[in-house]
């Protein structure tokens, strides 16, 4: 199946260089462009793309608050955004993801991490930038030092914590189905699952909750 994705970015040479990048991919197709935050929202609602890659610096409404109206809290069908910006600055991607982002790309991070981050997002995955990973979940860990975490509305079995720990990791719904020796559609149903128990929209939040709960910590380097 094609991708179809809605790029929004204020600097044409940028957002027309994305969606070259992007549709010269077999299995994307760039459906639109949008120039701010605010026509972003509405070509997505018109067009229901299957992946929307915002910018976070755009003006009327920016990245984190278009993401926000269409994948937010409340919202009944939420869309898979990806966000991707110039600035690493952890609030942008603390703020995206709480949004509701199921990616967060840097604007350095080359053409081949873009496609894969787009195709986690189209398959209910999230891909956050590598180079940013532990430390902003870390960061975000840290954060709630202090603050009792949230705690599941029933116990997770221990399939679904191993499960639970994998995603934390960063592993695909693929990369966790060979792991634990079980099928694809295992995988979903226990990811189904614990987001059920966890009140989570989507794996980064399952993940923020795993860094939270200090079943994964930080690597020291």
Not at 79 to 102: C, N, P, Q, S, W
Not at 149 to 154: D, I, K, L, R
Not at 169 to 184: F, K, P, V, W, Y
Not at 190 to 215: C, D, P, Q
Request: contains cysteine; negative net charge.
């Amino acid at each position: 199946m094609t991708v179809r994705v809605l790029v929004a970015d204020d600097q044409d040479l940028v957002r027309t260089g994305l969606s070259m990048i992007l549709d010269a991919q077999p299995g994307i197709e760039v459906v639109g462009q949008a120039v701010d935050g605010i026509e972003a929202v509405t070509m997505a609602r018109v067009l229901r793309p299957d992946v929307c890659l915002f910018d976070i610096r755009m003006p009327g409404m920016d990245g984190i608050a278009a993401t926000r109206e269409l994948a937010g809290a409340g919202v009944a069908d939420p869309m898979a955004i990806v966000v991707i910006t110039t600035f690493d600055l952890d609030e942008y991607v603390h703020g995206a993801l709480k949004a509701g982002a199921r990616g967060f790309l840097l604007k350095d991070a080359g053409p081949e991490l873009l496609v894969q981050a787009i195709h986690a997002a189209a398959n209910g995955d999230a891909l956050i930038a590598p180079k940013i990973t532990a430390r902003l979940l870390a960061a975000f860990s840290d954060s709630h030092l202090g603050r009792p975490p949230v705690q599941p509305v029933e116990p997770l079995t221990d399939r679904e914590e191993q499960v639970l720990i994998t995603v934390a990791q960063g592993r695909t719904n693929a990369e966790i189905a060979t792991d634990l020796h079980i099928s694809l559609s295992t995988v979903k149903t226990h990811l189904t699952s614990v987001m059920t128990k966890l009140g989570a929209r989507n794996r980064v939040e399952i993940v923020m909750w795993a860094y939270e709960t200090g079943r994964v910590t930080r690597t020291k380097t």
